[in-house]
Nanobody, 131 residues
Framework: QGQLEESGGGSAQAGGSLRLSCKVS????????MGWYRQAPGKKREGVAF???????SYKDSVKGRFTISQDNAKNTRYLQMNSLEPEDTAIYYC?????????????????????????WGEGTLVTISS
C-alpha cells in the first residue's frame, strides 16, 4: 500500500462524466500493468480497464466506448475518463498495479478476469451515479 495515490470520483447523474486519477512512482509507471477494478454493493470485485507498459489498453465489455485510460508521462499518472455513466457504474473503484516489465499487446487484459495476486492497490474511491 502507499504506492498508488488515487483521486477523483464522486457523484454524477446518468449520462454524465467523471475522471479518476492514479499517481504512482516512476518505477511502477514504467514496469507495471495498471488500471482499475470496481466493487459494487453486494457484488464481487471486477476488472474494468487496464493498460500495458506499451500503452495497449483493455476494457470490460460493458464500458467499452464509454471509459478511456489516458496517461501523463511527466506526472507518472494514469487517468480513467468515464463518460456516459450509468447507475450500474456505481461502485468503489480501486486503482491497481501488477509487476509486468515490458508488457504489451494486451498482456494486462488478464486482470479483467482476476484480481488474484495483485501487487499494489489504491485505497478506493466511491463513484455514485444517480438516474
Amino acid at each position: 500500500q502507499g504506492q498508488l495515490e488515487e483521486s477523483g470520483g464522486g457523484s454524477a447523474q446518468a449520462g454524465g462524466s467523471l475522471r479518476l486519477s492514479c499517481k504512482v512512482s516512476e518505477y511502477v509507471y514504467r514496469d507495471y500493468c495498471m488500471g482499475w477494478y470496481r466493487q459494487a454493493p453486494g457484488k464481487k470485485r471486477e476488472g474494468v480497464a487496464f493498460i500495458d507498459s506499451d500503452g495497449t489498453t483493455s476494457y470490460k465489455d460493458s464500458v467499452k466506448g464509454r471509459f478511456t485510460i489516458s496517461q501523463d508521462n511527466a506526472k507518472n499518472t494514469r487517468y480513467l475518463q468515464m463518460n456516459s455513466l450509468e447507475p450500474e457504474d456505481t461502485a468503489i473503484y480501486y486503482c491497481a498495479a501488477n509487476f509486468a516489465p515490458g508488457s504489451g499487446g494486451g498482456y494486462c487484459s488478464w486482470m479483467l478476469k482476476s484480481d488474484y495476486g495483485i501487487d499494489y492497490w489504491g485505497e478506493g474511491t466511491l463513484v455514485t451515479i444517480s438516474s
